[in-house]
């Protein structure tokens, strides 16, 4: 199932690029910010560390459906992260240590965007995701004091995959087209991730991912 969602995006990408305008690659650093919705939660306690990566982006534009100019892109991305998180009160809880490294195929699509001046691009999108790969370690205890019992094991140990195999979100994208020779332009570009489903498929599945993307493209004007 998932390699056969992986392959309709792929040609449905395909096929709308022979509707486009505008081709054009880039790529660029990626900043991973994880995060949840549990401070409000006393028994709950989360330290995310920051991970890094990068991001491989091919795009068509100016793609026509009905009244829109549409904007369909493929990435290839990845990036990783730290986490520690417990829980838990009087009667026990447990806690939770990883680190991960995880490469995504993620497929964005931008309605109608804005563009100011003929050069400034402002648009919005959905993306969604599969996960290629992962690497991930860490640490799972647990404990009880009514009786007292405790233990502890390896996420290697414990699980075959950790991080979630689909992920879908919410994108922005700021570019800046400068003009180099007749039809092509290079663009410096910021693009921002708003995670709207967990990262990981085992606890703690409250955790979501915020990303921002810093890079520079090129693009041809057909």
Not at 137 to 150: D, R
Not at 173 to 195: C, D, L, M, T
């Amino acid at each position: 199932m998932k390699n056969r969602g992986l392959l309709a995006i792929i040609i449905f990408f395909l096929y709308q690029s022979g509707f486009s305008q505008t081709i054009g690659f880039s790529s660029g650093y990626l900043l991973n910010h994880m995060y949840d919705c549990e401070k409000e939660n006393p028994h709950w306690n989360s330290e995310y560390t920051n991970g890094k990566g990068y991001d491989i982006v091919i795009a068509v534009e100016d793609v026509s459906v009905d009244w829109a100019k549409m904007r369909f892109s493929l990435a290839y991305e990845h990036y990783d992260g730290e986490l520690y998180v417990r829980s838990g009160g009087l009667g026990g809880g447990g806690s939770k240590s990883a680190e991960f490294r995880k490469s995504l195929l993620s497929a964005c699509i931008f309605p109608h965007g804005f563009t100011i001046k003929k050069k400034l691009d402002l648009q919005i999108g959905l993306q969604l995701s599969w996960l290629l790969h992962e690497e991930f370690s860490g640490k799972s205890a647990s404990w009880s004091s009514i009786p007292y019992t405790g233990g502890s094991s390896t996420l290697e140990d414990s699980y075959d995959h950790y991080n979630s195999a689909f992920y879908i979100g919410l994108v922005g994208r700021v570019a800046y087209n400068i003009k180099i020779a007749e039809s092509i332009y290079i663009f410096p570009q910021y693009s921002f991730y708003f995670g709207l489903s967990p990262e990981f498929r085992e606890p703690p599945t409250e955790t979501r991912s915020m990303r921002h993307f810093f890079g520079i493209g090129i693009e041809k004007r057909l």
